[in-house]
């Protein structure tokens, strides 16, 4: 569970949240992200509440902790302020609405720093929340787990903003809103990286008077420097979060740096007074003006509350990142690197075709299915494979890996997508063909070709590809599949956005009938967002009983229907799936069992049960040609405008 770090917008979660009693304050926003440091744990049922650790940081003040699944007991703890207060302000709340059982937390890795205003103490009741939820199946999604967290911690002496538990949502930039009781949840689009430090500046503050005094100003103001806070973390922040957004979607870095100082003068104007005494900040002043600094950042602001807890820059390149990272250590404050990606980062798809089409012999004796031919709504009669790698160029894919089922084969994807038509044949073309025709060549100059020499089941032929995937997240497209968007966004192009937003194993989703899930791989879990889009998946199924889907597959819908929840036929795999493969087959052959098939949906669980996996439901249609009925139907929908 990582830490978290607010860019812009601090205080304005606790703000937004006074509009339950005074409408006229303005929805509060913030930029929130989770840091490359965190608290790493492992989970177990037990019939105590106990949190242990075996990380090296933590053994010379670490002490272990249990208790008993009393719900008394656990409050008293979490009034106490003692050390495990967050943990057992959480787990009084799981024991109190949910009647769960004892869970054994084990600390195993402890990056983040304590007291720095990263919320370690959000991340600890994230991670609780989450313990509980996943030992006993609660079904609840992060914002559920936030929640949850959001409360217990409630429970502690602590009075926490409901931005601290954004860490919930991993190392990724979002941008919350926090309106009364409602908090959305959007994933901000990056277009440039962005290489920020941040580091304890290892001052004192009173987080608990900051809070108190600027309380005072809420929920209605009754003077000018109250006016002014309300100003500074209504319409003005709202300002800011507004250029903040565009800055990072239009990769104007040098633009957003510049903000970060604006917003710390506004700080300093309109809220620093409201207390005084905490708010001069001396030592924060003195780094923000640091001039050896200047030249290597484009703008810096306080964290969390302000104060001298902890400082945050916006480096100019990854040299000046870590030249900033040295000279913050050189002056005694432990500092920190965090380095945001741009999304869109799946540049790679795989796309499997070294099957032999036995369902569509004797066809197939002479022509892989692959390139059976397609009528198209424009006209055009295309072969699956280019309708297929046409979709995956206009999502922005840049190489495309085709698994063959063997080097003979290549020579049948060259002569189409590299060898130019005779003159003769071209000069009956009209114009438009003749300019297709270069398409259909710089298609090919995105091609990468592997061989799946051994046929081992459709894991195995993956895995072929794990050398091309280079350690990165790449899409997988079935061959002998069809989609068609119902937006003016590919259904791969959603794919990809969607897993810009979770970040973790994603699979695509589709609605199917009870009757025919035994057709499907199916998956089942809890949704995310009030729309039904976004499936945290809880269990993944092969080809399942109706019996069985209908008693443990279906999902809810908005109305309370259920519904089954089919795979889609597109994927974005993580470097994890590959190395699963990889342990299956070298299991299959330690036992010599060279004839076991590698699957992939085997793979897809094991990493989903240490990982997660998120299902998305895209907006779009899949048209499957494997078998004789199939073809029949494809070729006379998808040839409909």
Same mark, same amino acid.
């Given at each position: 569970?990582?830490?978290?770090?607010?860019?812009?917008?601090?205080?304005?979660?606790?703000?937004?949240?006074?509009?339950?009693?005074?409408?006229?304050?303005?929805?509060?926003?913030?930029?929130?992200?989770?840091?490359?440091?965190?608290?790493?744990?492992?989970?177990?049922?037990?019939?105590?509440?106990?949190?242990?650790?075996?990380?090296?940081?933590?053994?010379?003040?670490?002490?272990?902790?249990?208790?008993?699944?009393?719900?008394?007991?656990?409050?008293?703890?979490?009034?106490?302020?003692?050390?495990?207060?967050?943990?057992?302000?959480?787990?009084?709340?799981?024991?109190?609405?949910?009647?769960?059982?004892?869970?054994?937390?084990?600390?195993?890795?402890?990056?983040?720093?304590?007291?720095?205003?990263?919320?370690?103490?959000?991340?600890?009741?994230?991670?609780?929340?989450?313990?509980?939820?996943? /030992?006993?199946?609660?079904?609840?999604?992060? %914002?559920? *787990?936030?929640?949850?967290?959001? #409360? =217990?911690? +409630?429970? !502690?002496?602590?009075?926490?903003?409901?931005?601290?538990?954004?860490?919930?949502?991993?190392?990724?930039?979002?941008?919350?809103?926090?309106?009364?009781?409602?908090?959305?949840?959007?994933?901000?689009?990056?277009?440039?990286?962005?290489?920020?430090?941040?580091?304890?500046?290892?001052?004192?503050?009173?987080?608990?008077?900051?809070?108190?005094?600027?309380?005072?100003?809420?929920?209605?103001?009754?003077?000018?420097?109250?006016?002014?806070?309300?100003?500074?973390?209504?319409?003005?922040?709202?300002? /800011?979060?507004?250029?903040?957004?565009?800055? %990072?979607? *239009?990769?104007?870095?040098?633009? #957003? =740096?510049? +903000?970060? !100082?604006?917003?710390?003068?506004?700080?300093?104007?309109?809220?620093?007074?409201?207390?005084?005494?905490?708010?001069?900040?001396?030592?924060?002043?003195?780094?923000?003006?640091?001039?050896?600094?200047?030249?290597?950042?484009?703008?810096?602001?306080?964290?969390?509350?302000?104060?001298?807890?902890?400082?945050?820059?916006?480096?100019?390149?990854?040299?000046?990142?870590?030249?900033?990272?040295?000279?913050?250590?050189?002056?005694?404050?432990?500092?920190?690197?965090?380095?945001?990606?741009?999304?869109?980062?799946?540049?790679?798809?795989?796309?499997?075709?070294?099957?032999?089409?036995?369902?569509?012999?004797?066809?197939?004796? !002479?022509?892989?299915?692959?390139?059976?031919?397609?009528?198209?709504?424009?006209?055009?009669?295309?072969?699956?494979?280019?309708?297929?790698?046409?979709?995956?160029?206009?999502?922005?894919?840049?190489?495309?890996?085709?698994?063959?089922?063997?080097?003979?084969?290549?020579?049948?994807?060259?002569?189409?997508?590299?060898?130019?038509?005779?003159?003769?044949?071209?000069?009956?073309?009209?114009?438009?063909?003749?300019?297709?025709?270069?398409?259909?060549?710089?298609?090919?100059?995105?091609?990468?070709?592997?061989?799946?020499?051994?046929?081992?089941?459709?894991?195995?032929?993956?895995?072929?590809?794990?050398?091309?995937?280079?350690?990165?997240?790449?899409?997988?497209?079935?061959?002998?599949?069809?989609?068609?968007?119902?937006?003016?966004?590919?259904?791969?192009?959603?794919?990809?956005?969607?897993?810009?937003?979770?970040?973790?194993?994603?699979?695509?989703?589709?609605?199917?009938?009870?009757?025919?899930?035994?057709?499907?791989?199916?998956?089942?879990?809890?949704?995310?967002?009030?729309?039904?889009?976004?499936?945290?998946?809880?269990?993944?199924?092969?080809?399942?009983?109706?019996?069985?889907?209908?008693?443990?597959?279906?999902?809810?819908?908005?109305?309370?229907?259920?519904?089954?929840?089919?795979?889609?036929?597109?994927?974005?795999?993580?470097?994890?799936?590959?190395?699963?493969?990889?342990?299956?087959?070298?299991?299959?052959?330690?036992?010599?069992?060279?004839?076991?098939?590698?699957?992939?949906?085997?793979?897809?669980?094991?990493?989903?049960?240490?990982?997660?996996?998120?299902?998305?439901?895209?907006?779009?249609?899949?048209?499957?040609?494997?078998?004789?009925?199939?073809?029949?139907?494809?070729?006379?929908?998808?040839?409909?405008?």
């Amino acid at each position: 569970m990582p830490g978290r770090l607010c860019l812009f917008g601090e205080h304005t979660d606790w703000a937004g949240h006074y509009r339950t009693m005074n409408a006229d304050i303005p929805v509060g926003a913030a930029i929130v992200t989770g840091i490359e440091q965190g608290i790493y744990a492992e989970v177990e049922k037990s019939s105590l509440f106990e949190v242990q650790s075996t990380a090296e940081q933590m053994k010379s003040e670490w002490k272990d902790f249990s208790c008993h699944m009393d719900e008394q007991e656990l409050k008293r703890i979490a009034k106490s302020g003692s050390f495990f207060c967050y943990c057992a302000g959480v787990a009084s709340y799981m024991l109190e609405w949910y009647k769960v059982g004892g869970v054994r937390i084990r600390i195993t890795d402890m990056t983040l720093p304590i007291k720095s205003g990263l919320s370690s103490s959000a991340a600890i009741c994230v991670l609780v929340a989450r313990a509980f939820n996943l /030992i006993y199946k609660l079904n609840l999604n992060t %914002m559920g *787990e936030m929640n949850i967290a959001y #409360l =217990g911690e +409630l429970r !502690t002496q602590s009075r926490c903003g409901r931005l601290d538990q954004a860490c919930a949502f991993g190392v990724k930039p979002s941008l919350m809103t926090f309106d009364g009781d409602e908090v959305e949840v959007q994933t901000l689009n990056v277009k440039k990286t962005l290489y920020w430090v941040f580091a304890d500046l290892c001052g004192s503050k009173n987080t608990i008077k900051i809070l108190a005094d600027l309380n005072k100003a809420y929920p209605f103001p009754s003077n000018e420097k109250e006016r002014q806070e309300h100003d500074a973390f209504g319409l003005k922040n709202q300002e /800011i979060i507004g250029k903040a957004v565009k800055y %990072m979607a *239009e990769g104007k870095v040098e633009l #957003l =740096g510049k +903000l970060m !100082t604006e917003t710390e003068e506004i700080f300093d104007r309109q809220v620093a007074p409201m207390c005084p005494d905490e708010l001069k900040s001396p030592k924060l002043k003195a780094i923000l003006d640091d001039e050896n600094i200047h030249a290597l950042t484009y703008g810096g602001k306080g964290v969390g509350s302000h104060g001298d807890g902890s400082v945050q820059f916006l480096a100019k390149n990854q040299d000046c990142q870590l030249l900033l990272l040295d000279y913050l250590k050189s002056l005694g404050m432990p500092s920190y690197t965090l380095t945001i990606q741009p999304v869109h980062t799946v540049r790679r798809a795989i796309i499997p075709v070294a099957g032999f089409g036995t369902r569509l012999y004797p066809a197939t004796r !002479t022509m892989k299915k692959d390139f059976f031919p397609i009528p198209c709504p424009d006209g055009m009669v295309r072969p699956v494979i280019l309708i297929l790698l046409e979709e995956l160029v206009h999502s922005g894919i840049e190489e495309i890996c085709l698994v063959l089922g063997s080097k003979e084969e290549r020579q049948l994807y060259t002569d189409f997508f590299e060898r130019p038509l005779p003159e003769e044949h071209l000069a009956k073309l009209n114009v438009e063909a003749q300019e297709y025709e270069n398409h259909i060549h710089d298609i090919g100059k995105r091609l990468r070709y592997v061989y799946q020499n051994e046929k081992r089941g459709f894991g195995h032929a993956v895995y072929q590809a794990v050398q091309f995937a280079h350690g990165e997240p790449v899409l997988l497209m079935l061959g002998d599949t069809l989609y068609r968007s119902t937006t003016n966004k590919p259904c791969a192009l959603q794919l990809i956005e969607s897993f810009e937003r979770y970040n973790k194993l994603t699979v695509g989703l589709y609605p199917v009938s009870l009757s025919t899930v035994s057709h499907f791989g199916v998956m089942s879990g809890v949704w995310e967002d009030k729309d039904c889009k976004y499936l945290n998946v809880s269990t993944l199924k092969e080809k399942p009983t109706s019996s069985y889907a209908e008693e443990f597959l279906g999902v809810r819908d908005n109305n309370g229907n259920k519904e089954y929840c089919s795979v889609f036929g597109q994927y974005i795999l993580t470097p994890e799936v590959f190395d699963q493969l990889s342990a299956d087959i070298k299991q299959a052959d330690e036992e010599g069992d060279k004839k076991r098939e590698i699957e992939l949906t085997s793979a897809l669980e094991a990493v989903r049960q240490r990982t997660g996996m998120m299902g998305v439901r895209l907006k779009g249609e899949r048209y499957d040609m494997g078998n004789h009925g199939a073809l029949i139907e494809t070729v006379t929908r998808f040839s409909r405008s």
